[in-house]
């Protein structure tokens, strides 16, 4: 990576960071946001309006929706996927977009695993059942390290055996060989919130006793697999990242200790970043609930970065420039990451340029955009502009007043 430049002052959210062979232009990353617009997995124009302006309002890279590496792999009919050849073209489109705006594009793979079949996320991902037929929309099952009935599901998950690994890990191979025909730049593993490869993590999801379960080593095993799949499929000059739950939800198995072991091998396999998240699984244990205080993963992301000597970003609970800044100053995190605050404001990193001080602010925004701000600037300048006699009687004479 790259770090701050020792010849100027500039603020380290605004500095370039280079990964491999690509550099981003700052530090700001748009976090995957599923938005449960997609049609049969593939992106419509709610795609393109939502991205597109998130592009726009300067972030250094801009990631997709969780993306599903096969169909039965999807929460929802209307989750995102890349598991056909057609769905190309319409990412393609998406990754033109924000590269033509100057941010990196990113695409996050993943397979919900037991979490599939259900509704999106505004009828709080209620169970399929068999009245759904009638809607088009009939339930199907699930796969799972374990066949548990730990999710209101109409299904019990299928336990994967050896064949569905396989099959698996041949999906995120050819999802990641799409991803750069799609003209990604940047592919991130989802091993956390509960989707398939965190359930082979954590032992409350993980009952298994073959050579996919029982000690940490063996519940690595699938995610490791499908790491080393995924970096085998992509160019070596683009970097590769991998989110992951530092730790369980609350009643949960999987620590902050495990996570700095699985960043560590991750690491050794290729992995160039490691994206920290939390929760996903929950249990009976006496592990507590992650308070949602301001910047409330950035201590995971501190100590697995400092522990396992390798890249981290920083996400949750991140909505002030300072606060973002001071995160990097720290030590704590490589990037930081957003989601609902730029969907509550898409041109937050214009507005932390000016917080910290940038000289030219509108300079993170395209041009479009760009140079009427500055238009504007300057005329607050102009002599007319100053207040005071000179513009009241400017206005009186327009006015048709005297």
């Known amino acids: 990576m790259t770090g701050p430049s020792d010849t100027t002052n500039r603020p380290l959210l605004f500095t370039p960071v280079t990964i491999r062979g690509l550099t981003a232009p700052n530090r700001i990353v748009v976090a995957p946001m599923c938005q449960y617009h997609s049609d049969d997995g593939g992106p419509t124009d709610w795609q393109m309006m939502h991205l597109g302006r998130l592009a726009a309002g300067g972030s250094g890279i801009v990631f997709g929706e969780e993306t599903a590496v096969e169909a039965r792999g999807r929460k929802t009919y209307a989750c995102a996927?890349?598991?056909?050849?057609?769905?190309?073209?319409?990412?393609?489109?998406?990754?033109?977009?924000?590269?033509?705006?100057?941010?990196?594009?990113?695409?996050?793979?993943?397979?919900a695993g037991r979490k599939a079949s259900c509704h999106t996320a505004r009828e709080d991902w209620r169970p399929l059942h068999d009245g759904d037929v009638d809607e088009g929309m009939p339930p199907w099952q699930g796969l799972a390290p374990s066949a548990l009935d730990q999710l209101p599901r109409r299904f019990v998950p299928r336990e994967m055996d050896r064949d569905d690994i396989r099959t698996v890990l041949d999906a995120f191979r050819v999802a990641t060989l799409r991803s750069g025909e799609a003209g990604y730049d940047i592919v991130e593993l989802h091993a956390a919130h509960g989707y398939l490869i965190h359930q082979f993590l954590s032992s409350v999801s993980n009952h298994r006793t073959d050579a996919y379960g029982g000690d940490i080593q063996g519940r690595m095993r699938f995610a490791l697999e499908t790491a080393e799949v995924m970096r085998e499929a992509w160019p070596n000059d683009k970097p590769v990242f991998c989110r992951i739950s530092a730790v369980d939800g609350e009643g949960g198995t999987w620590t902050l200790d495990d996570s700095v072991i699985l960043a560590r091998e991750l690491k050794d396999r290729g992995m160039d970043l490691i994206d920290v998240s939390s929760g996903g699984i929950t249990g009976d244990s006496e592990m507590p609930q992650v308070p949602r205080v301001a910047g409330y993963q950035v201590g995971f992301s501190d100590r697995i970065r400092r522990d396992a000597d390798v890249m981290t970003i920083a996400v949750g609970g991140i909505t002030d420039a300072q606060q973002a800044e001071d995160i990097l100053q720290a030590g704590q995190a490589d990037l930081v990451a957003m989601a609902r605050e730029l969907i509550w404001n898409a041109d937050w990193p214009a507005h932390a340029a000016k917080q910290l001080g940038i000289e030219n602010p509108f300079d993170v925004m395209p041009e479009e955009y760009a140079f009427r701000l500055r238009q504007r600037e300057a005329q607050k300048t102009m002599p007319i502009n100053q207040g005071g006699a000179e513009t009241e009687a400017a206005m009186q004479a327009l006015l048709g007043e005297k």
Do not use: N, S
């Not at 489109?93 to 100057?102: A, N, V, W």
């Open 81 to 111: 996927g890349l598991y056909k050849d057609e769905h190309v073209p319409a990412y393609r489109r998406l990754t033109d977009f924000i590269r033509e705006q100057g941010a990196v594009p990113a695409i996050q793979l993943g397979h």
